[in-house]
């Protein structure tokens, strides 16, 4: 990591990034159409709160999870078809709202077959704007997803997006984060001239990926209004037996509740 400190990523050239970001997830999307992410059904092994039978709100209300950041749905329609599976009705399961910076992403979504406005809207947006306020209602939401989505985000905004989340949820409602975490692989691995700021890097496409420290999350989120529930480093592996690749990763995992009255 020294060595990256050797030769950063001029002023100028960060400043592009951030004013290019749009366009660089947009041609991400155009090169890997829906190919490149794998469905998370590990999701719900992580996260309890996304199963079916955990779905139906007290009040008999339908309850609302929004995934920020969806890609092409690689998160929100397997949920969607355990939900169809399973013959959940409209009050015991999820109704959906997904959003994401690169239009032709949403594209990808509203062309998927079990797109359903009964089910799911699909939108872009900034979220680090208010924008994401003209689709969806103050205080309405039950769960939001936030999963390797940060990360691509420049730290200046951080705060703005998790203010955003907490005015969307109803109190008590959770936000549900895995992100990078600090020394993954992918970290050390990159080469002087890719370092923006500290833990922010560029990578070969022009997108960027953060890596985030476990204090740092905890306070991003409590200094906003919500408790943290849960918030530790999950160590996995990256095994590929046929390209001999076995590398070891670090994720930062948490849970984090909105306070049903802030002090």
Not at 222 to 237: K, M, Q
Request: hydrophobic share 35%; glycine share 6%.
């Amino acid at each position: 990591m020294e060595e990256q400190n050797k030769r950063l990523v001029p002023e100028f050239k960060a400043n592009k990034l951030e004013i290019d970001a749009q366009r660089h997830w947009d041609l991400f999307y155009k090169r890997n159409e829906t190919r490149f992410f794998k469905d998370r059904h590990w999701t719900t092994r992580e996260f309890q709160e996304l199963l079916s039978e955990q779905q139906c709100s007290r009040s008999g209300q339908r309850r609302t999870l929004f995934e920020v950041g969806c890609g092409v749905g690689n998160l929100v329609f397997p949920l969607l078809e355990e939900q169809i599976k399973e013959q959940k009705s409209d009050e015991h399961g999820f109704y959906f709202y997904a959003c994401d910076f690169s239009p032709r992403a949403v594209d990808f979504v509203q062309a998927n077959a079990l797109y359903d406005s009964k089910h799911i809207t699909a939108f872009q947006c900034d979220i680090t704007t208010q924008q994401v306020h003209q689709h969806i209602t103050g205080e309405s939401l039950d769960v939001c997803t936030m999963i390797f989505v940060l990360s691509a985000i420049h730290p200046d905004k951080f705060t703005d997006v998790v203010q955003n989340l907490w005015k969307l949820l109803k109190p008590g409602g959770l936000v549900l984060f895995r992100d990078y975490g600090l020394y993954d692989m992918a970290q050390l691995r990159f080469k002087p001239g890719h370092k923006i700021a500290e833990n922010l890097y560029m990578r070969q496409d022009g997108t960027r990926s953060y890596y985030f420290e476990e204090q740092q999350l905890a306070q991003l989120f409590t200094s906003s209004g919500f408790e943290v529930l849960s918030n530790s480093y999950v160590h996995r592996r990256t095994l590929n037996l046929k390209e001999g690749i076995d590398v070891p990763r670090i994720f930062l995992q948490g849970k984090f509740r909105k306070r049903t009255a802030v002090h």
